[in-house]
Structure formats: C-alpha cells, structure tokens
C-alpha cells in the first residue's frame, strides 16, 4: 500500500506535459499542448494537455483526465500501477509494506503476466552475460553480428538455455506460476507437460511504447534452421501482446522519431539494432507481417513522416509495396528507398557511419509515386498493362485525406505518367465516391444494427424530468468542483452575525434547509468533501477533485471540469462571485423545481391505480399543494 504523504509528492512532482509527452508527440497552442489523441482515430489534433489544470482532454472521444487517469487507460495499469509508474520517472522513493497471500491471489491476469515477461527478460539477459552457455553460444551470435555490449544492453538482448525445461525450473524456483508461463508464450503445454518455446535460441525482448515487455522473439543459432526447424519464433498472441498492434524498437525510438520528425520502417530485429549501433536511432520495424492500421496509428502520435526502407529483392519490393497506400490514408507522408542488391538495414547500417546512411537515404528515398511508376511501368509497353499500372497510382493517390496534397500528387502523376490531368482528377474522383458510397453503407448498417439495440429509448430532443433532473445535479456539481472554494457569500446577519460561504457551503446550506440530498451518491460524497475542504487555507476546489486519488471522483471532475468549453480559451473569463452565486440560487430553484414536478407524476400515476376513496382525497389534496409550490417555483424561475 502506499500513503496520502506518499501519493501527494508524487502528484506534486507530476508534469502532465512530460507525463502524456512519452507517448503523444505535443505541440505548444497558446498556453496549453496539442496532439493526436491516442484513445481513438484521430486525423487531426484534438487532444488537448494544460499545464495550469494538470489534465489532458480529447474534444472529440471525451477521454482524458490527470496524469493518472491518462497512464491508467493508456496503459491499462492500476491506480498504485500508475502512481508507481510515475515515482520511477520523477525518483521517488515508496514504501511499501509487503503486500499478503491473499492479496497476491488478487492481483490481475494481466499484471501477473507482465510480471513473468519482466522476469523472464532480466533471466535471459542474465544468462547471456554470465551462464558458460550464454557466452559460448549466445553472446558469440551477438558478437559475430558485430553488436556491440551497450547495444546488447539497451535492447535487453538474451539467450535461452539448450535445456527444454531451464526456464521452467527456474520460473517454479522463484514462485511463478506454469498458469502465466503458458499464458505469455514463454513455454508450451501438451500432454507430456510444460516445456520452453524459446529453447537454444537468441532472445529479442518486444517492449511497448511504455517501456513493458510485452512478448519475445528467438532466433535458432545452429546449423537446424537450414532444416525444418524454424529460424525465428516469436511470442503467441496473448492478453498483454497483439503483434498487430506493437512495433519492435519503439520503445528504444520514440523520443528520436520526435527529434527528428521522421522514423525508419524496417523489417528486422537485426537491422533495428544495427541502424541504432551506427547511431541512426528513429527507426522500427513491424518484423515481416503486413503493416496494420494499429502500427501506423502509433507511428502518426510522433511523426507524419516516414520512410519504408527495405532489401531491394523482390520481398523488400513487396513489403515496400503492401503498405503504402495503408500509411497514406492515414495521413502519413511516405517515401521509399530500397536499399542496393545484396544489402539490408543490417549490413549497410555496418558498413556506414550514421552520417554516412542519413545522406544515403536523403539522396536517394523517392515518393510513393515515383516508386510506384518506376516499379509498374518500367519497361512495360502493353497498353492493357500500363492502364493497370496507372489506375493503381491513380487508387493511392486517392486515398490521401488532405484536398491539397492530393491535388498536388495528381498534377505529379499527370506530369510524369504524360496523361491529361483532367483524366487523373476524374478517375480519382471515382474512387473517392466509391469509398464514400461504401463508407455510407456501412455507416447505414450501423445505424441501423443501432437502431434495433435502442428502440426502446426517448427520441432525440425529448427529456424526461428525471433527465432534466439529472442534468441539473450534474451542473451543480460541477460549480461544486470548478469553484467549490470561491465565496459567495460574505454579508452580516441579525441572526448568524458575520456569514460567509463557499460555493459547497452555500449549496449543502441550502439543502440542509430542507432535507435534500442529490440522487447520485458520487455527488453527496465530492458535495461533503468540499465542505469540510473549505476551511483549509489554499483549497482549491477544480485542482483537489482532479487530483482526488478516488478514481472514480478524478475521472468525473476531469470531465466536468473540461466540459462545454475549449482548454485555454482566454476570452473566456471566470465568472464573478456574485454571478456564481446568481447561477446557483437559479440552479437550485431547477433542482427544487424538478423534484416537485416529479412529484406531481408519481401522485397522478398512484392516482390512477387508486381505489380507497379516502386515500384519493388525499393525493388530490396533495396534487393541489404541490402544483401550487411548482407555479410558485416556476415563477421565481420565469417559466
């Protein structure tokens, strides 16, 4: 467990900006930062971080929060997960009681698995460097591939022991369950039993975005590779690790990808480590299965440029060619370069300095057009061919989302391919009206696949009293938590004396007249909270409810507190404490108003069923009453 004292020097310390900047690359707008939002597909930024509130916002998805909350569902970690997380960055120091049985028992599928990934990797690294085995036979490989220790280090290289069940026993020595080795791919279960999958292998650890080890990859050394045996084996899907969605190296690359404002696609293990070695750190490789939307989505948070750099054999040409039209609908810039016969990442990265490869690359990467064309239509003078050749181009060029760029690539086209431009523009426009009527269709599915899910809900526009009511408690409680500080009142009374009230005490002042409480109980808990905060010096209602370590409380004063405005719009003042007081009274007449209202429709619908007629004179009597107090109310409000 870790303590409020323990929690409070960690938020102190906590940079939202720094924090959301390990995995969204910001840019400064005004006084706050923007980026892609990495919590859904976002083509332009809208994801917003102020550094004044400590809280970042999507204006388009709605998510966000404090540095908890972002590393919470970012990362999809725990509350002392996160706050742990965030003590290593800024070196501080926890102590932690030694936590029981039962509440190891407790602890997630997915933390355990993480758990024994870490393990695993620090044990393989271990034996590399220090086992007779590991050196004979593992850091020979390295060694041989010329890479060099702080390499081998930084990458967290490793190597598995010949002996199928090494890891094994060593697992069960040290407490981890066979349940999690399975579940993480690090060793395989039939009916003789448990046994490595990474045996006699070099070990290339997978770490995430954030730094976790995630799954492996292990490259057989000896001469069984020319056989049936497979040369690399990598990790199996599992609960922690979607090989669709990870991207070898980006841990190591991200911060060089914003340096730079380019990464450097490859295919291999090899020719990540080789390019970082001769110093060219901003690059990645998805390890030869088809870029996914996932991949490029990850890649578009730090950068809008990117490379393909592949072998320039006929599966470099087609890893090259795969992924291309991929990247540019998701907005990405792509350029291309294969590398000269008989070269790799690997081998070239080995033989040149990074200077060396930076100029290479500049000199001789093209754009995907001048790729395609010299790929499709070199030396191809078939007419039903070459129109092939261009409708391809043309096809790539229209899934560019920017007007502008892709008016430009069509002018390109026109120019090198010698075709009309009009003729271009026309066979572009087709497709683009192809993919919308297909986006339209599918749109139309969906609403409606929507509109049998929800036949029983209000229609659009009409609300209910208890949704009214609803939303006037939420906007109480949102003047509770932007301004539960701020005084309202500050005037002398022939019966209190001197009187002065915060926003909160004023609000639960006013209930405690008559008995109210709001329905939701999250409310009453932050409504009381902000009452006993207010006599402290420097309270400050909006920072102490965003900040809350209650998760729940955080994650709803983050939204109320971003809601119906933009972060960092100066033009927008903050209101003045009379006016803040005018906006609550009226607020507490709506929340007076609607629990009468909602009065008056229980007493009509107990009337209806009602057969004692002593009892029905006294929901009439009622009835009357309370219609009298809701025109009342209703007058005071102007309705």
Not at 443 to 454: K, P
């Amino acid at each position: 467990m870790i303590d409020r004292a323990t929690i409070d020097k960690i938020m102190d310390a906590t940079n939202i900006v720094d924090v959301v900047g390990e995995f969204v690359n910001l840019r400064k707008a005004g006084v706050n930062y923007k980026g892609l939002c990495p919590f859904h597909d976002d083509k332009t930024p809208s994801f917003m971080v102020s550094p004044s509130k400590q809280i970042c916002h999507c204006f388009a998805c709605g998510e966000g929060g404090n540095a908890i909350n972002f590393l919470m569902k970012h990362e999809q970690i725990t509350y002392p997960e996160a706050l742990r997380w965030l003590a290593k960055k800024y070196n501080i120091e926890i102590q932690e009681r030694e936590i029981s049985d039962e509440e190891k028992k407790e602890q997630s599928e997915r933390e355990s698995m993480f758990v024994v990934n870490e393990w695993a990797c620090q044990y393989f690294h271990e034996i590399l460097n220090n086992d007779v085995d590991g050196q004979a036979i593992g850091k020979q490989y390295f060694r041989s591939r010329g890479i060099r220790d702080d390499i081998i280090k930084k990458f967290q290289l490793g190597f598995a022991l010949t002996k199928r069940d090494a890891l094994v026993n060593e697992a069960r020595r040290k407490g981890y369950k066979d349940e999690f080795l399975v579940k993480t791919g690090l060793c395989i279960e039939n009916e003789r039993g448990i046994y490595d999958r990474f045996a006699g292998r070099a070990i290339f650890p997978w770490l995430n975005v954030s730094g976790k080890v995630v799954a492996f990859g292990g490259r057989k050394l000896d001469a069984a590779t020319k056989g049936v045996q497979q040369k690399y084996v990598n990790s199996p899907d599992s609960e922690i690790y979607h090989k669709e969605r990870e991207l070898y190296g980006i841990y190591q690359a991200k911060k060089a990808i914003v340096k730079e404002e380019r990464v450097y696609m490859v295919e291999g293990y090899t020719d990540v480590i080789a390019m970082h070695q001769c110093g060219l750190e901003n690059v990645v490789a998805n390890s030869g299965t088809a870029l996914s939307v996932y991949q490029i989505r990850l890649l578009h948070r730090f950068t809008q440029n990117i490379t393909l750099l592949y072998d320039g054999d006929e599966a470099g040409i087609h890893a090259a060619m795969r992924g291309t039209d991929m990247l540019l609908q998701e907005g990405m810039k792509v350029k291309v370069l294969l590398l000269p016969d008989g070269d790799d990442p690997d081998s070239f990265a080995r033989k040149h300095t990074a200077t060396e490869f930076k100029e290479y690359i500049e000199e001789h990467q093209t754009d995907f057009i001048e790729f395609k064309t010299n790929l499709l239509l070199k030396g191809v003078k078939d007419p039903i061919k070459r129109a092939e050749a261009v409708n391809s181009i043309v096809r790539s060029v229209s899934v560019i989302p920017d007007p502008v760029e892709r008016s430009i690539y069509i002018s390109d086209c026109a120019r090198r391919l010698e075709i009309d431009e009009r003729t271009l523009i026309s066979q572009t426009n087709k497709y683009i009206a192809g993919d919308k009527e297909e986006q339209q269709k599918e749109a139309e599915r969906e609403a409606r696949q929507q509109e049998n899910s929800t036949v029983t809900q209000s229609p659009i526009g009409l609300h209910t009293p208890q949704e009214q009511a609803t939303e006037v408690e939420r906007l109480l409680i949102q003047q509770v938590i932007r301004y539960g500080d701020v005084v309202v009142v500050n005037e002398d009374t022939e019966e209190d004396g001197h009187l002065e009230l915060t926003v909160a005490q004023y609000i639960a002042f006013d209930f405690g007249d008559d008995g109210l409480t709001f329905g939701n109980d999250l409310y009453n808990r932050i409504l009381q909270e902000a009452v006993d905060r207010s006599a402290e010096k420097g309270f400050k209602a909006e920072t102490y409810f965003t900040q809350h370590p209650d998760v729940e409380i955080s994650q709803l004063a983050h939204r109320l507190a971003v809601d119906n405005y933009q972060l960092g719009r100066t033009f927008q003042k903050e209101p003045t404490a009379k006016e803040l007081r005018q906006l609550v009274e009226h607020l507490l007449l709506d929340f007076r108003y609607n629990i009468v209202v909602n009065r008056q429709k229980e007493i009509m619908n107990e009337m209806k069923t009602e057969k004692d007629m002593g009892r029905m004179k006294e929901l009439m009597d009622e009835y009357k009453s309370v219609s009298e107090l809701c025109q009342q109310i209703g007058k005071m409000l102007g309705r």
